[in-house]
């Protein structure tokens, strides 16, 4: 089978591999039909360490996928052949004591699909997943859309740590695919005053498509001073998307009082700050949030019912055979991409 495999920092070659079989009776093999490129692949592209973690090569990455049921072992039920279906990239072993909290997304033996080191990803024609990790795609979401319940789960985890109220405040720091699935879910929960930021123009327009009531670039005003002028009271919560400090500095001074800092966003560097007199003199709530914990559910369910459109999204699309442009482009941020995907077979 094709599987794409990145060899070493900024290179990948489409290689011919063994397609991979059931081992486990609960798993499912699946054949891959969309795979979206998520800041983290970019990072393991550009960088040889994440964070203090070197990227162990050869790798294949890819975990924001939609796939088609291929072959199931003997005992799994709730699928089968020919099922479309959104994927939960993350396995979990269902013991240690954070699975048992119900915490299985921070899991003492996590294997992340796609994660050099733990799982090969989903850039690759097959892959096997346990079946607890495929959701049934509803008929009326296409397979883009499955595919992208990945950062739209993120997004409901987000703000599951502060879900707000329709009369309240927000910003979105950083509009790429996280930020954006951010401003959608927030919408659909009710939330109107959002305010967003990103350096990249067509970032801003989409943050305005998405239901940002105002969208501005950093780089070129006091974003700041632009939303304190309309919020002079400040913000009830801003999310950080982008991984930045200069966002986390502008988190601190847009919110209120009270207000809650959800860190999404992935920093490469190994530290961040924060001003420690504004940060405790208005008491502020910092959330790290951690990928997204069994929301992939709730996210196609609210594709279904067209509560969120998040399709605009995929706007830049490659074949295996383009992977290296393909990454190439999410990682220049080129061309207005903004979920840049790599299809290995067409359907809906
Ligand atoms: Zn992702
Ligand atoms: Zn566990």
Same mark, same amino acid.
């Given at each position: 089978?094709?599987?794409?495999?990145?060899?070493?920092?900024?290179?990948?070659?489409?290689?011919?591999?063994?397609?991979?079989?059931?081992?486990?009776?609960?798993?499912?093999?699946?054949?891959?039909?969309?795979?979206?490129?998520?800041?983290?692949?970019?990072?393991?592209?550009?960088?040889?360490?994440?964070?203090?973690?070197?990227?162990?090569?050869?790798?294949?990455?890819?975990?924001?996928?939609?796939?088609?049921?291929?072959?199931?072992?003997?005992?799994?039920?709730?699928?089968?052949?020919?099922?479309?279906?959104?994927?939960?990239?993350?396995?979990?072993?269902?013991?240690?004591?954070?699975?048992?909290?119900?915490?299985?997304?921070?899991?003492?033996? %996590?294997?992340?699909?796609?994660?050099?080191?733990?799982?090969?990803?989903?850039?690759?024609?097959?892959?096997?997943?346990?079946?607890?990790?495929?959701?049934?795609?509803?008929?009326?979401?296409?397979?883009?859309?499955?595919?992208?319940?990945?950062?739209?789960?993120?997004?409901?985890?987000?703000?599951?740590?502060?879900?707000?109220?329709?009369?309240?405040?927000?910003?979105?720091?950083?509009?790429?695919?996280?930020?954006?699935?951010?401003?959608?879910?927030?919408?659909?929960?009710?939330?109107?005053?959002?305010?967003?930021?990103?350096?990249?123009?067509?970032?801003?327009?989409?943050?305005?498509?998405?239901?940002?009531?105002?969208?501005?670039?950093?780089?070129?005003?006091?974003?700041?001073?632009?939303?304190?002028?309309?919020?002079?009271?400040?913000?009830?919560?801003?999310?950080?998307?982008?991984?930045?400090?200069?966002?986390?500095?502008?988190?601190?001074?847009? %919110?209120?009082?009270?207000?809650?800092?959800?860190?999404?966003?992935?920093?490469?560097?190994?530290?961040?700050?924060?001003?420690?007199?504004?940060?405790?003199?208005?008491?502020?709530?910092?959330?790290?949030?951690?990928?997204?914990?069994?929301?992939?559910?709730?996210?196609?369910?609210?594709?279904?019912?067209?509560?969120?459109?998040?399709?605009?999204?995929?706007?830049?699309?490659?074949?295996?055979?383009?992977?290296?442009?393909?990454?190439?482009?999410?990682?220049?941020?080129?061309?207005?991409?903004?979920?840049?995907?790599?299809?290995?077979?067409?359907?809906?």
């Amino acid at each position: 089978m094709k599987t794409i495999v990145l060899t070493e920092v900024s290179k990948l070659e489409l290689r011919n591999a063994p397609k991979p079989a059931i081992t486990t009776d609960t798993d499912v093999l699946l054949r891959t039909i969309v795979v979206g490129l998520c800041g983290s692949d970019i990072h393991y592209f550009t960088t040889d360490s994440i964070a203090g973690e070197k990227v162990a090569h050869p790798a294949v990455l890819g975990h924001e996928v939609s796939a088609v049921v291929e072959a199931v072992g003997p005992g799994v039920t709730s699928l089968k052949p020919g099922d479309r279906v959104a994927v939960d990239p993350a396995v979990s072993c269902g013991t240690c004591d954070q699975c048992r909290a119900g915490r299985p997304h921070t899991c003492r033996s %996590l294997l992340f699909l796609g994660s050099p080191g733990e799982k090969d990803g989903a850039l690759a024609e097959y892959f096997v997943m346990p079946a607890a990790n495929c959701y049934p795609v509803p008929e009326t979401v296409s397979m883009a859309e499955a595919m992208l319940t990945e950062p739209l789960s993120i997004a409901l985890h987000a703000l599951s740590f502060w879900p707000g109220s329709p009369g309240q405040t927000m910003a979105v720091l950083g509009a790429g695919p996280i930020g954006l699935s951010v401003i959608l879910a927030a919408r659909a929960a009710g939330i109107e005053k959002i305010y967003a930021t990103d350096r990249i123009v067509e970032r801003e327009d989409a943050a305005r498509l998405a239901g940002a009531v105002w969208a501005g670039n950093p780089d070129r005003g006091d974003v700041v001073r632009e939303i304190l002028s309309r919020q002079p009271l400040g913000l009830d919560a801003v999310f950080e998307c982008c991984g930045v400090q200069s966002a986390l500095d502008q988190a601190v001074d847009l %919110l209120k009082p009270g207000g809650t800092l959800a860190v999404v966003g992935i920093p490469l560097v190994e530290r961040i700050s924060f001003p420690s007199g504004p940060l405790r003199r208005k008491e502020i709530r910092v959330q790290s949030v951690r990928r997204q914990n069994r929301y992939v559910k709730r996210a196609l369910l609210l594709l279904s019912a067209r509560l969120i459109e998040i399709g605009f999204l995929a706007n830049r699309d490659f074949r295996p055979e383009d992977a290296q442009a393909a990454f190439e482009t999410a990682a220049g941020r080129k061309d207005g991409a903004l979920k840049v995907t790599i299809s290995f077979q067409a359907i809906k």
